[in-house]
């Protein structure tokens, strides 16, 4: 699974909280390292993204890594069609991706 947001709150709050029970099972990728050992990550958009200073972490995982991907605030259009997650997702995804 990975939890994916754009603001560290969205991020943290849940991974201490709610997935708490899970113990080390959880990580958060961040500082450059792609981590491949556990079941549940959690991650800022920002830390796995690609443009002019970051390489693109995401893609340090292979495309079926992750059985389930889930996207705080979709609903302001981080799956959207024009959306800077959109490269993420598609690389991620065996089948296209529709936004509602």
């Not at 959880?26 to 002019?52: C, H, N, P, T, V």
């Amino acid at each position: 699974m990975l939890f994916l947001a754009d603001r560290s709150v969205l991020v943290d709050e849940p991974k201490d909280k709610q997935f708490a029970p899970f113990g080390n099972a959880r990580w958060k990728i961040q500082d450059g390292i792609a981590e491949k050992s556990r079941q549940m990550y959690f991650a800022l958009y920002q830390s796995i993204a690609e443009d002019k200073v970051r390489p693109g972490l995401y893609r340090e995982y292979p495309r079926d890594f992750f059985d389930l991907i889930i996207i705080d605030e979709c609903h302001r259009g981080s799956a959207g069609d024009a959306s800077n997650w959109r490269t993420i997702l598609e690389w991620f995804s065996s089948r296209p991706i529709r936004s509602a």
